[in-house]
């Protein structure tokens, strides 16, 4: 199986930078993903990690060490829009090529 | 990017009616989608996994004659709950896989109100 590890919660305030910790276990890494969620709608992808390093997208970075079963995702001068929910996953090539998502972090942005 | 169209947006149902949810992909075949549910603040479980032209396989805890999934084509699988109750009621979304290193790709989710 897959254990997939994040905060719960995390406050930021707007212009400031952020980064959300996940730590997973899995018998057949196969990439992970991180996706932004806002309450209601459907969960829009924002990286893929499959190698170890940095991902760098405009505001958003995904970091990645698979020897230590780690990532993160770092967003720069926090917007009030980046209030969300951010999810980590992990596709497990043992598993169908499923993800796996862990519980989410919502992200509170404040003036 | 590939565009999953997910269909209702939202339903409300009468408790033990059955409510059918269709997950299509529109520009490329889905070799395999993934059903999960969402109950409010937290985050998206997996329900089952369907592959064209199989029987799906479900998850622990998810009962296969409740939850009937069809995927008939490379471009369509229906989620069906059978006799519904208002505990079904949730955040129902689709995501459909192509294969290879791509990312799973989602639809828009159906916001099931079961009364």
């Known amino acids: 199986g897959q254990n997939i590890d994040q905060p719960t919660e995390m406050t930021a305030t707007e212009g400031a930078i952020v980064q959300i910790n996940c730590t997973y276990q899995?018998?057949?890494?196969?990439?992970l993903f991180w996706y932004q969620q806002h309450a209601g709608e459907a969960p829009t992808f924002l990286s893929y990690n499959v190698l170890d390093g940095l991902e760098e997208k405009g505001r958003f970075s995904s970091f990645l060490s698979r020897s230590k079963g780690y990532s993160y995702l770092l967003l720069k001068e926090l917007q009030m829009k980046d209030s969300a929910s951010y999810l980590c996953a992990v596709r497990d090539y043992n598993a169908g090529n499923m993800l796996t998502f862990g519980g989410g972090t919502r992200l509170m942005v404040k003036p | 990017g590939a565009v999953v169209s997910q269909h209702p947006s939202w339903v409300i149902c009468k408790s033990g009616t059955s409510v059918k949810i269709e997950c299509r992909s529109l520009d490329f075949q889905a070799t395999t989608m993934f059903w999960y549910r969402q109950f409010p603040k937290q985050s998206l479980m997996l329900m089952a996994t369907?592959?064209?032209?199989?029987?799906?396989?479900?998850e622990q805890g998810v009962e296969k004659d409740k939850f009937l999934i069809n995927h008939a084509s490379l471009t369509l699988s229906t989620l069906t709950v059978t006799s519904a109750h208002p505990e079904d009621s949730s955040f129902y979304i689709c995501?459909?896989?192509?294969?290879?290193?791509?990312?799973?790709?989602f639809g828009q989710g159906t916001r099931l109100t079961v009364v």
């Open positions: 995501s459909a896989y192509t294969g290879g290193e791509t990312e799973a790709f």
């Open positions: 899995t018998s057949g890494f196969n990439g």
């Open positions: 369907s592959n064209e032209g199989s029987k799906a396989t479900y």
